[in-house]
């Protein structure tokens, strides 16, 4: 027995110095504080799990595992949960730790120290697929139990792809809450159960079956048979009808692989360390806390192709499971379709209007999918935004998500909002050409072939914020609940914002007349921006860049996006016009942040003389639906007078006893001036409606015909003073301007014409004559030039 311990010493010692050798683990989860008083509980009996353990705490200076726990008189301060019984080893929970039963005893006693229990789990690589697997499939984590040559297997095979997780530490005396013994030991094995159960498919995934199976039941389902009924219009359904529901549900599955999971991780992991100077996550601790006891859906803003392979990327290297992803059939390529179905895509139809099988096959996919405990992923602007802002939602997918809701689900469903903000986007050159006109390139292998050039280019860094999550539950029984989802889906994306140097330097430099500026004011009006921003940080979750303002500067430098002129009176900081159309999608990714400053900016201004602060606040309301409407921002009287106070503050309006003006100083002015130019496109397109919509009067338009009418005017505005904004004669962005003034009631659609009474007649009179105030007059002139009455009756 003497000679026995040293050899036993000395495996385990020759043993973890192999672990520490091989395995490069990924650490997740909070490491608990380093005391003396840690238990760590791991799920299963294994060698290999207690040895990571070992080296992991040793690495983060926690008490290693054999370390003895002293004050209470044990020899270990670890335990296996489950201890396996019969002759296969597969029974687990008939069995708790000898070591756990004797720690709970002397916990009893008054005079025990308080002891911290951390359970941990352990993850040797994550198959997703058992239907079509290579070697490190068959050896990676499943649902099964592993076996010891498994285990054996995983550590010389997976030994890059394991996780540890460090599990929310839990007060131990506190969870026997006075029971007795054997009740207190149940209670803590069961919520130590939990906890082990959680995690496991918060990482792995739920235990899906056959990728066959899935879609079996799907066609079984009563919704898909009764749209096939009905298909058949009372007559006996056809084989026809049936096949065209199965070719629907094999065209839209998922048919997630773990060697596609694999392969796809390391391209993108060599595509990200050529492209990107690195990716920041924000937010992301209470997803992984969330995970464990919810389905998650993934909602984020959709801004180029990367968006769902960085974030899929993110999620498996945080250690959760990859969501299952809703994607345009156009992606479904030959070869490329196949990877990304593997790792989670499932594709839709752009259109499928009028077909209900197809619909039915659609919802009771993703009701599946849902109900198993798989996450989600879906963009709610349906496309990617080619001018930078947010779009209007499309809710189909909201609507079939809540409609599962209503189902019922076994777990609760959380949504949640994710903002990725880019230095640059790599299909700038494509959306100037969209933007100029020419018609979307269609997706193909051939374009993937040729964005291989991508990788000698340098695109700045990347940020994902993940916002508060959303419970769906609340929107499930209302009128146009999708629609209330999606504008706060919509309004958590842009109060997540992330503002890099891109974005700061594309408000300022757009807002010059030849959108070229001296480098010193340059920087000192980055200063006045991000100063607005933080002395707002009680009502966003901006992530600001808080770089030098030369170092954002030299950002945009080191990215191409604009161009410095030396000269010996000082730099000079601008854009071409090719760049000054590229950099208004950069710019309206940060307009919203910025909305309430520079709406009171415009008012004092272009005003000739002074404002009172009530007559302020009563034209910044008037103009603040239709801002928050357009941007997806909130803005109310409460912002208006925070946000005056702080323009007090920093000398950018001055308040005296006969009102409110620009500041005397012209330096202070042209802060002022910059500031009130981000957001003057917005309001002249306002007037421009306002105006035709009133010279016309009720009933002369309909709406088609007032977009026509709005387009020409834009247009020619644009051309005549050298807008280069794309949006400014967004056709999207006057249609939404209208269904605000409908939504308002201000304006009545009936039998294809825009009426309204004389009140809102009125109101529209008003609103014009404060915009005389703010509307430059050479805008006024155009507008009253081009803005001809022309209807049919």
Not at 515 to 541: F, K, M, S
Not at 640 to 649: A, G, I, K, P, Q
Request: with cysteine; aromatic share 6%.
């Amino acid at each position: 027995m003497r000679l026995a311990e040293p050899i036993k010493r000395f495996n385990y010692r020759l043993a973890q110095g192999i672990v520490r050798a091989l395995v490069r683990p990924t650490v997740t989860g909070a490491p608990p504080p380093a005391t003396d008083e840690i238990v760590y509980a791991l799920p299963n009996r294994s060698l290999a799990d207690l040895l990571l353990l070992d080296v992991v705490a040793t690495a983060e200076g926690l008490p290693p595992p054999r370390q003895r726990l002293g004050e209470l008189d044990e020899g270990r301060r670890f335990f296996f949960l489950n201890r396996p019984t019969g002759w296969r080893r597969r029974h687990t929970m008939r069995r708790t730790s000898a070591r756990m039963r004797r720690i709970q005893g002397r916990l009893r006693q008054s005079q025990a120290p308080a002891v911290t229990l951390v359970p941990v789990s352990v993850f040797w690589g994550r198959a997703a697929d058992k239907e079509r697997s290579w070697l490190r499939s068959l050896v990676s984590e499943s649902w099964g139990t592993s076996s010891r040559l498994r285990r054996l297997l995983g550590l010389l095979f997976n030994r890059k792809d394991v996780l540890l997780h460090f599990h929310r530490p839990l007060p131990w005396r506190d969870l026997a809450g006075g029971l007795d013994p054997a009740r207190a030991e149940r209670r803590v094995a069961r919520l130590l159960r939990v906890r082990f159960r959680n995690q496991r498919q918060a990482t792995l995934g739920p235990d899906l079956s056959h990728r066959r199976t899935l879609i079996e039941r799907v066609l079984a389902s009563p919704q898909v048979r009764a749209a096939i009924e009905a298909e058949a219009k009372g007559q006996p359904a056809q084989p026809a009808h049936r096949a065209r529901a199965r070719k629907a549900a094999f065209a839209i599955a998922a048919n997630m692989s773990f060697p596609a999971m694999r392969l796809l991780d390391r391209f993108l992991t060599w595509f990200w360390s050529r492209i990107y100077d690195g990716v920041a996550v924000h937010g992301l601790e209470h997803v992984t806390d969330l995970a464990a006891t919810h389905t998650l859906v993934f909602a984020p803003c959709h801004r180029s192709h990367i968006d769902y392979l960085l974030l899929s990327y993110v999620l498996h290297h945080q250690g959760l499971m990859l969501p299952h992803i809703a994607s345009g059939d156009n992606l479904d390529l030959p070869v490329v379709g196949r990877l990304l179905r593997g790792c989670g895509a499932f594709f839709i139809r752009r259109s499928f209007r009028g077909d209900d099988i197809y619909r039915a096959v659609l919802d009771e996919y993703l009701y599946q999918t849902l109900r198993r405990g798989h996450s989600v992923e879906y963009f709610i602007e349906g496309t990617r935004s080619r001018t930078g802002r947010l779009l209007p939602a499309r809710t189909g997918m909201l609507q079939t998500t809540l409609d599962a809701v209503a189902r019922g689900l076994p777990r609760p469903l959380a949504v949640i909002p994710v903002h990725i903000a880019y230095e640059k986007v790599i299909e700038a050159a494509s959306f100037d050409e969209e933007l100029a006109g020419r018609s979307k390139r269609p997706e193909s292998v051939g374009g993937i072939v040729r964005a291989r050039r991508l990788v000698r280019q340098a695109f700045g860094s990347v940020t994902l914020a993940f916002a508060a999550p959303i419970e769906p539950d609340a929107y499930v029984a209302t009128e146009a609940g999708s629609h209330r989802l999606a504008n706060e889906i919509l309004g958590r994306l842009n109060r997540s914002a992330s503002i890099n140097a891109t974005h700061l330097v594309a408000l300022v430099t757009l807002a010059m007349p030849r959108h070229a500026i001296d480098a010193a004011a340059l920087g000192t009006q980055l200063d006045v921006y991000r100063e607005l921003l933080e002395r707002e940080r009680h009502h966003h979750n901006h992530a600001i860049d808080w770089r030098p303002s030369h170092r954002l500067i030299d950002r945009t430098l080191e990215l191409g996006l604009v161009h410095r002129e030396q000269s010996p009176a000082g730099d000079v900081i601008s854009l071409d016009d090719a760049g000054a159309v590229r950099m208004t999608w950069y710019a309206n990714n940060a307009l919203h942040t910025l909305a309430a400053p520079a709406l009171i900016a415009c008012f004092v201004v272009e005003r000739r003389g002074s404002i009172s602060a009530k007559a302020l606040t009563r034209a910044f309301a008037g103009l603040a639906p239709l801002i928050a409407n357009e941007l997806h921002t909130h803005v109310d009287a409460r912002a208006c007078r925070r946000c005056l106070r702080h323009m007090r503050t920093m000398g950018l309006v001055e308040v005296a006893p006969d009102g409110i003006t620009a500041p005397r100083d012209l330096e202070r002015r042209f802060r002022t001036e910059l500031l009130a130019r981000i957001l003057m496109p917005a309001l002249e397109r306002y007037y421009i409606a306002s105006t035709i919509l009133a010279r016309s009067g009720t009933g002369r338009l309909s709406r088609a015909e007032l977009m026509e009418q709005c387009g020409a005017t834009s247009e020619r505005i644009s051309r005549l003073y050298g807008s280069n904004a794309p949006e400014f004669h967004d056709a999207r962005l006057f249609h939404g301007f209208l269904d605000a003034l409908i939504r308002l009631g201000l304006v009545a659609e009936d039998d294809d014409r825009l009426r309204f009474d004389d009140t809102a007649q009125g109101a529209l009179a008003t609103a014009l004559a404060e915009a005389e105030e703010v509307i430059p007059a050479e805008i006024r002139f155009a507008v009253r030039r081009s803005s001809g009455v022309r209807t049919e009756r």
